[in-house]
């Protein structure tokens, strides 16, 4: 199975990668993720990715699908993969189908979370996210037992820089004119399945297994 999960910043498709993996045993590439470890790593291009992501800016393409192309070359990818964050705009999918292509690959689904635009801003500005372990908590969905302190191991709850206020209005901003296009690009591929993400985790997972189940 081979996914891509669209839709702006806090529409829940974390959540729904998680749950999508697990039930068809594929890799959940994030490129957000990727970033966050090669900054940790301290490595240049982990650097240069941070910037642009602190700005709520998008990682420029050339270092973005190079960083595909190369976890795409990982042997756990043939199985299939499940895309969260990526591509990005519409120069990035013309990139992806190439790399696709190339890899002698079909796309199985494009699923498309659409969330109000205040919803998103909520959803985002109350996350914390614990220091130590990564842990995320949300101070109104999912507060944890002591205020700004990790259930599991006491770390501290921080802030994203990328998950303030400003940030999210401005990733929502960039969303809407570079990332919204890509609904289109695979729309008219006749690939994409829409989904409210406004409902209950668990009535958007039983919707898009069920779509998912009866494509294959
Ligand atoms: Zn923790």
Redesign the pocket.
């Known amino acids: 199975m081979r996914i891509i999960l669209m839709g702006p910043p806090g529409a829940g498709k974390g959540t729904e990668a998680e749950s999508l993996v697990k039930h068809y045993h594929i890799p959940h590439i994030s490129t957000g993720n990727i970033f966050r470890e090669l900054y940790k790593d301290k490595t240049t291009v982990g650097k240069i990715a941070k910037e642009f992501i602190d700005r709520g800016e998008l990682v420029p393409d050339d270092i973005t699908n190079e960083i595909v192309r190369h976890r795409l070359s990982h042997a756990d990818a043939k199985k299939g993969f499940l895309f969260d964050g990526y591509p990005r705009n519409v120069n990035q999918a013309k990139a992806f189908d190439e790399m696709l292509i190339s890899f002698g690959w079909k796309l199985d689904a494009v699923i498309n979370f659409s969330v109000p635009d205040e919803v998103i801003v909520k959803r985002i500005s109350g996350r914390r996210v614990?220091?130590?372990?990564?842990?995320v908590y949300h101070t109104e969905n999912k507060p944890p037992k002591v205020e700004n302190i990790?259930?599991?191991?006491?770390?501290m709850l921080i802030q994203r820089v990328d998950d303030m206020e400003k940030t999210v209005q401005r990733r929502l901003r960039i969303y809407n004119q570079q990332t919204a296009p890509v609904i289109g690009y695979y729309e008219e591929k006749g690939s994409i399945i829409h989904v409210d993400g406004t409902k209950s985790i668990q009535e958007v997972d039983q919707t898009i297994k069920k779509v998912l189940g009866e494509m294959n």
């Not at 614990?130 to 842990?135: D, H, M, P």
């Not at 990790?150 to 770390?155: A, F, K, L, R, S």
């Open positions: 614990c220091e130590v372990c990564g842990a990790c259930d599991v191991d006491g770390g």
